[in-house]
């Protein structure tokens, strides 16, 4: 097996995925609008060689429990959540190899000053910028601009495909590698024949150009996705990178993996070149008893109702409706259905209360959760990895730093030992770091075409401008 | 007189008023895509007791010289050009005082996601941050957003005004004082009882809110705007608690400033309240036949096609049609006859040729240069705030950062010791640093009306719900 890829899971807020931890004497997500919170984070993950910073976005609030967003702001349930990007810069100061990967939707907000926004980023970080592209799921977020309710999932697709496409033009084919001349005694800047207008008409969006953005280090940043529908992988298998998918077991999480391998190689791309990275949460301490009471504890701080404000907004059904000792017998929605069947995978026949769904979901979210020694949780990963095909692990915390901080210091040597880590950081940009490959997209990714159809059509003008 | 506030006034680009002057040995201007650049230039302006970083920022280009972007590129004017909200974060982890205002314009974005940008920020900064607010004035920006052409100056004002009162409602209204708890003990992040939809139904934006971010420690940031025409006066005169001024004679300085003061008397604000701060270009030495022969050394650098380029832009008349030695006599341009009638102040019966108006504009564009010893400095600032009442400057460079270090090192001690100048920060955020007030803003500013028109409508719900 090859180097397990690693990044940590978080979100510019005071809770992700284990709602009421921030509670914990330990925890200090309360700081998380200050800027000494992310550039300690930041040096610590670069500390233990971690490949990336995975923060998740959203625009919208969970309003699905009790029908009210209020208890996800009593319990801090991914509310309030500040602007992702804007940490960037200060952690990329502080540390030389972390890559950064920023959740950003393509449902709300221009493409012109997205790409110009992620081409300063990949500037200023060195070409260690990634984009999580999403299309945003919630009613609450669309109503925040100017809808009132969200697209069909579809009609997002559709959209999010013109605006990568779009983004691509900006960033790839606008500025020709060698456009900036930056000639002290010729006093030339830039080679105004090598920089272009994009003239992009399409259904959704038009703009003219040039980008403002003089070529960065990647171009393109890095591209996360997480489509799990049908529509959603087809659009990774055209224009992800890396996957980021999420199952509470190995029977679902290996079917998913298969899946989007086989969408790649149907999109004419090499299923073994894209990064898939699955999210699971670790808990671990020097030995296993350590590890367990650790993880008991930490359940006594777990937000019970704030594991159902997930559970709810991500189901579309009103868990305060159960009592929490109500069993499932007749699961009526698809969602948790499916849910709970994941979850069930060690013994089909269980039956699950609503209390006991809380309390899965209390840390960690539907993720599964490894609990043990260094070498145990080390066991986990290898076989996580091993049994479902995954690349690596977007690492969620239960509670901070000491969720990232046990990690490094325990699971990191041991990871090491066995060669599933790597002892040192690559050189170059983040696409070089993660694949070896160089920092340009190439064909048949959609990115390269662009850049290539726009090079031949400038050859083409120019050839018939010759007398 | 009291203490001179200043500002650094820049652009996320290697070249802002200065064409040409990024190919001098010294400059720095072209390491603009690095964070190290931005993080030493803000811990050299905070060693300065600076009180802001002034970013300017556009989403166009200039292409009235020679109907063509190509000269613009070229000669690096303004272009390329970074996104500036990206570089807030590293610069103030490296900085303890220093004001950050960043332009943003109220015609391309989304309103709530710019209000959550903002207030992240001021989170990130403890307070300081400023938005210099713009509506955009070029059809090539309009272009770059699914436009043929910029809408009207009324209209831009217009959707400015609305979009602002919605930004006071998530920024001011949707989180009481007290709404975020934190007790670990009890489990309460945050009192839902206390956090509102904005509900904010207008003519051109629909946004139910409640805002993402909890309230931040000035909520409503720091309001810089620098509306010239009556329609921008007035908008300054609600919104603005500082102006920004530019002009290149005393003379037309001291009408714009009376202007101003008048306007904000006539919305019912206190004329003395406001900062007016004027844009102006200082070049020092120790003494001043040094500081003549770096004048005449950096005139050399200077790019008299790339000065052309910009006023062209900003006159709507494109220079390339007249020869260097051309005369002005029949000024055919409004905007070029108040231009050179600034500029003739001192000889109003001079007449300028297209080659002069360049070499005039071509260090610190259409801004006020003074030229000289510390002490002769010292006394042109002096008298341009005495003559003209401005409160201080944005202070412009001609070369990287040596404009800004040269300043520091030689003209802040002789301003100190005129008592023009403060010797130290106070503490606090960027509006309690300016004006020695609180950190909210208030009445009769609309921001504080909107925050004190919710608290009664609620009072009022409250009131009536009871028996």
Known sequence: MSELILNAFIMNSPGHLSPGLWTHPDDISVDFGTIGFWVRLAELLERGLFDGLFIADAYGHYDVFEGSPGPAFAHAVQIPRNDPLLLVSAMAHATRHLGFGITLSTSYEPPFALARRLSTLDHLTNGRIGWNVVTSSSDSAARNF?????????????????????????????????????????????????????????????????????????????????????????????????????????????????????????????????????????????????????????????????????????????????????????????????????????????????????????????SPVSVGSPSEVADELASWAADTGVDGFNLSYAVLDSGFRDFIDLVVPELQNRGLYKTGYREGTFRQKLFGRGDRLEAPHPAAVVRDDFASARNLRATRLRP
Chains 1, 2 share one sequence.
């Open 146 to 366: 100017g809808l009132d309710r969200q697209l069909t999932h579809e009609e997002r697709y559709e959209i999010a495909d013109e605006y990568l496409e779009l983004c691509y033009k900006l960033w790839e084919a606008s500025w020709e590698e060698d456009a900036v001349v930056a000639d002290r005694a010729r006093g030339l800047y830039a080679d105004p024949a090598r920089i272009h207008p994009v003239d992009h008409a399409g259904r959704h969006f038009r703009v003219q150009g040039p980008h403002l953005v003089a070529p960065s280090p990647q171009r393109t940043p890095l591209l996360f996705q997480a489509g799990a529908s049908s529509v959603g992988r087809r659009f990774a298998a055209r224009n992800a990178e890396c996957v980021f998918v999420g199952a509470p077991s190995k029977t679902v999480l290996a079917g998913s993996v298969r899946k989007l391998r086989q969408a790649f190689a149907d999109a004419g791309r090499d299923p073994a070149s894209i990064a898939i990275i699955a999210e699971h949460t670790v808990i671990t301490a020097p030995t296993s008893a350590e590890a367990r009471d650790k993880h008991a504890e930490y359940r006594r701080h777990a937000s019970r109702e704030g594991a159902l404000v997930l559970m709810s907004g991500w189901t579309g059904v009103d868990f305060s409706r159960f009592a929490p000792d109500d069993v499932f017998e007749h699961v009526e929605s698809e969602a948790i259905r499916t849910a709970v069947e994941a979850m069930s995978s060690a013994d089909p026949s269980r039956k699950w209360t609503a209390g006991e769904i809380a309390d899965w979901c209390g840390i960690g979210g539907l």
